[in-house]
């Protein structure tokens, strides 16, 4: 054994807390904007490590060094094996809470269930034994002396029997549930470590780590060559470097060996035992699993904090799910169809739920990623990488929604900042901030020019000074871009790519949403603190109306016909009635209520289900700056919950098919998961460094998060686990 214990739709601008941040400060500041159709994007510059998963439930605190997992589905229970504690924690799978510790042999290192007698046998490594335990009464019923070191572990269901690998003394010990004695003793290769049994030949595949082999024994079954071969070697399979676990897949009849040398799985066909495909996954794999119910393979990666998943159609790898600290072993719940990883270096085990959102990609892009819009045309995220200093040269990333790939990279003006898609031209809008213009790209569709101008900037329209928000009015078919360095609105047709009408507004705009019940612009001036309200009819100024200090997001909910503003340095939220009946026409563009929240509100997503708004409240006490989320109902216009996040939290979306709302937290590297129907917290997903802008892509029931920091990358967040 080789145990290595390893060391809506709004506007946004992010503020630090204690005060709000300077418009013009690229350095420290990201700004960007949260439309119906496109995104809202914050991000900041606060240090912070890659934290460790809390996934369906929060981690299991079993044992001191967890290794070994096997499921029992007769008491719906899991046995986890702990090396430096020498006993083995029962958790059940219907509370997820450790219901018994049963007190086993000397470094007990792995486990395997007996489906005929309902017990569990365990290999204790350092004490040369192998102990039964009663899966009935949680107890040991027997202790049976095999060879030296036994590692791996497997129940030969046809023959009652157990296989154990003993590492020390190469060889295999053959064990009769019947008598609990060892009937046999199988030479292999150097340094047996795992073991699986194979229920369609009969035959047990042993991994030897000291000869990059794996031994496959014949149980004397008709099928791998009778009585005459029984205990004997029938073929040794050559693999990658220190083959370490297997797991068997009844369907497609192979053996997956994770090869903990060489960062890859071998899969062994068992008609011919010969090794038919090799998978790359994370570094130094351990684990291995098989879900029947998804026909895949789950791999952990002690060294990388992960679990690949290998379908077994393709035999590749088709997602990474972030478990806790060194995963070792893994195993498969059938009744609950969920995973349960041992976290050897967290002394826990990870429980993954299909319902549970998790990591699946990370995708690299250009330099300093901002903001994004979704283009539901195309199925494409287009993402804004506003470039480094000096000169900002800045260009799109375009990820496809299918692949999780960038398919194209255009050049566009210098340091782009907003984005919006327009649902009408098929085109993607970039406001150009040190430029002064907006990029209008084709997405290929015929509206815009076909494929030929696909991901080709069409048009570049100069504009006001320093634009920055952008928002689409599908009535008028119209591009509106505040230009916080003239304070005015430039109102782009896209019929003709030309500017028809350029608005005065107010100080610095910065944020905008459209009403498309009054066919109304509202614009959010930070440093004047008010909204100006844009006539689409005019394109002129109908009304200001005074708001808190530092307007910050705005956005619009269709159920009451209100605007709701947030206020960064006043920490309260004004709502602002359009003159709809709901709300009365004598309140027409009047503030009709002031909420406050738990201070320094940012972005905001709106929940049509529950009619509540969630307002991102950044603020908090150095230097942990733990943030908060308000959860306001627009019925009553009062807060209902505050939820507590993670550090600096910054974007905010709401998942409509899920339910749930994913917020972004740069101080902790996270997103945050919140259930609707609770208003709590039910996951934390590991990102990218410094998470910002955040959107939910409806058509892969995706959310696609930017870490700002270092890796210049976008991480993919699936609302359910892929297991």
């Known amino acids: 054994m080789l145990i290595v214990v390893m060391a809506g739709a709004s506007t946004s601008l992010l503020g630090l807390a204690g005060g709000h941040a300077a418009p013009r400060d690229t350095d420290n500041v990201a700004l960007g904007e949260i439309h119906p159709t496109g995104s809202v994007s914050l991000a900041g510059s606060v240090p912070g490590g890659r934290p460790v998963a809390d996934l369906a439930r929060p981690a299991v605190s079993v044992g001191t060094g967890p290794y070994g997992v096997v499921y029992d589905p007769a008491a719906h229970e899991i046995f986890v094996a702990n090396v430096f504690s ?38 204790n490594y350092g004490s040369d034994s192998t102990s039964v335990i009663s899966g009935t009464s949680n107890t040991v019923v027997a202790t049976i002396a095999v060879g ?48 699986v049994y194979d229920s369609a030949k009969k035959e047990i595949f042993v991994n030897n780590g000291g000869t990059d082999n794996v031994s496959v024994i014949c149980d004397g079954s008709a099928s791998c060559g009778g009585p005459t071969k029984q205990y004997t070697v029938v073929a040794t399979v050559a693999v990658g470097f220190t083959p370490w676990e297997a797991a068997y897949d009844p369907v497609k009849k192979e053996v997956f060996v994770s090869n903990e040398g060489s960062d890859n799985v ?54 990474t799910v972030a478990v806790g600290s060194e995963p070792a072993g893994v195993a498969y719940d059938s009744a609950k169809k969920e995973v349960f990883v041992a976290d050897l270096g967290s002394n826990s085990v990870t429980v993954c739920s299909q319902s549970t959102p998790s ?9 300093s990623p901002l903001v994004m819009a979704y283009d539901s045309a195309k199925k494409e995220v ?19 929604g299918a692949t999780n790939r960038v398919v194209a990279t255009i050049a566009v003006g210098t340091d782009p900042e907003g984005v919006v898609y327009d649902s009408v031209k098929k085109e993607v809008f970039v406001s150009n901030e040190e430029s002064d213009n907006v990029s209008v ?11 030929a101008q696909q991901n080709k900037v069409v048009a570049t329209v100069a504009v006001g000074m320093y634009p920055d928000a952008m928002v689409y009015d599908s009535a008028k078919k119209e591009v509106f871009v505040a230009n916080y360095g003239s304070s005015n609105v430039s109102i782009i047709s896209d019929t003709t790519n030309t500017v028809a009408a350029t608005a005065g507004v ?40 005074p708001v808190g200090i530092n307007p910050y997001s705005i956005v619009y909910v269709l159920a009451t016909k209100e605007i709701y503003v947030a206020n960064y340095d006043t920490s309260n939220v004004s709502v602002i009635c359009d003159g709809s009946a709901f709300c009365g026409t004598a309140e027409q563009n009047k503030v009709v209520a002031t909420v406050p929240v738990a201070g320094y509100p940012g972005a905001m997503a709106y929940d049509p289900v529950k009619k509540e708004i969630f307002v991102v409240d950044s603020g908090g006490v150095y230097p942990t700056y733990i943030g908060a989320v308000s959860v306001i109902s627009v019925v009553t216009n009062s807060v209902v919950a505050t939820v507590g996040v993670g550090s600096l939290p910054i974007a905010v979306v709401y998942d409509s098919a899920k339910k749930e709302i994913f917020v972004t937290n740069e101080g902790s590297n996270t997103t945050i998961v919140i259930s609707e129907a ?46």
Do not use: R
């Open 148 to 195: 030296s070191e036994p590692d791996g572990v497997a129940y030969d269901s046809a023959k009652k029997e157990i296989f154990v690998a003993n590492s020390g003394s190469n060889n295999t010990s053959v064990i009769s549930d019947v008598t609990n004695s060892v009937v046999a003793t199988v030479p292999v290769g150097t340094q047996p470590i795992g073991t």
């Open 678 to 723: 609770t208003n709590s917290v039910v996951a934390t997903v590991p990102v990218g460094i410094y998470p910002g802008a955040a959107i939910y892509i409806p058509a892969q029931k995706e959310v696609f998060v930017i870490d700002g920091g270092s890796t210049d990358d976008v991480s993919v967040i699936s609302d359910s686990t892929p297991l």
């Open 86 to 123: 020498g006993n083995v924690s029962v958790i059940s799978d219907t509370t997820g809470k450790v219901i018994a510790s049963v007190s086993v042999g000397y470094e007990p290192i792995s486990v395997a269930y007996d489906s005929g007698k309902k017990e569990i046998f365990v290999a």
């Open 382 to 400: 287009f993402v804004l990488d506003y470039g480094t200093f000096p000169d900002y040269y800045g260009n799109v990333s375009v990820i496809s």
């Open 506 to 545: 107010g100080s610095v705009p910065y944020a905008m949403t459209y009403d498309p019940a009054k066919n109304e612009v509202f614009v959010a001036n930070f440093d004047s603190n008010d909204v100006s309200v844009i006539s689409d009819v005019t394109n002129h100024v109908v009304m200001t109306v």
């Open 441 to 451: 790209i084709c997405d290929g569709s015929a509206s815009c020019g076909g494929a």
């Open 359 to 367: 990591l699946v990609a990370t995708v690299t892009v250009g330099a």
């Open 266 to 319: 071998s899969i062994i066909s068992d008609a011919t035992n010969s090794v038919v495909a090799t998978v790359a996954v994370g570094s130094e794999p351990l684990g291995v699993a098989f879900d029947s119910a998804k026909k895949e393979i789950l791999v952990t990666s002690s060294a990388w904090d992960n679990v690949s998943i290998i379908s077994d159609v393709t035999n590749s790898v088709v997602a």
